[in-house]
């Protein structure tokens, strides 16, 4: 049997020679295991995640996303589809977790189009 992401999150966090933890799939994962990688004696993560959610250095200290935020591409996909189709309707069908509404919300705003719901 494999061991639980938890578990695996916080036996390398509560190394103290671990330095830190890149590439963690996924938002949902990192989600989960958050407070094992939060510890202070923990290593720093760096997901592979965009999830605008760990640009708050108040609550996530030692956790940061690397790649461009979901929201950020959504403003660049905006732009591109408002400069090459500028008549053109965007209809959006997103999963509802931290991906689709920051993706969304990216969308919304770099279009700068209302209503958008």
Same mark, same amino acid.
């Given at each position: 049997?494999?061991?639980?992401?938890?578990?695996?999150?916080?036996?390398?966090?509560?190394?103290?020679?671990?330095?830190?933890?890149?590439?963690?799939?996924?938002?949902?994962?990192?989600?989960?295991?958050?407070?094992?990688?939060?510890?202070?004696?923990?290593? #720093?993560? +760096?997901?592979?995640?965009?999830?605008?959610?760990? %640009?708050?250095?108040?609550?996530?200290?030692?956790?940061? @996303?690397? $790649?461009?935020?979901?929201?950020?591409?959504?403003?660049?996909?905006?732009?591109?589809?408002?400069?090459?189709?500028?008549?053109?309707?965007? #209809?959006? +069908?997103?999963?509802?977790?931290?991906?689709?509404? %920051?993706?969304?919300?990216?969308?919304?705003?770099?279009? @700068?189009? $209302?209503?958008?719901?």
């Amino acid at each position: 049997m494999f061991p639980s992401d938890a578990a695996v999150d916080n036996a390398a966090s509560s190394n103290r020679e671990g330095l830190l933890i890149f590439a963690a799939l996924c938002t949902a994962t990192i989600s989960a295991t958050q407070k094992y990688l939060e510890l202070p004696t923990g290593a #720093a993560t +760096l997901p592979d995640s965009g999830a605008s959610k760990w %640009d708050d250095v108040q609550k996530f200290l030692w956790i940061r @996303g690397w $790649q461009p935020t979901y929201h950020a591409e959504g403003k660049m996909f905006a732009r591109y589809i408002l400069h090459h189709k500028p008549a053109g309707k965007i #209809a959006v +069908l997103y999963q509802n977790d931290d991906y689709g509404k %920051d993706y969304f919300k990216g969308l919304k705003d770099g279009s @700068g189009r $209302q209503p958008m719901q």
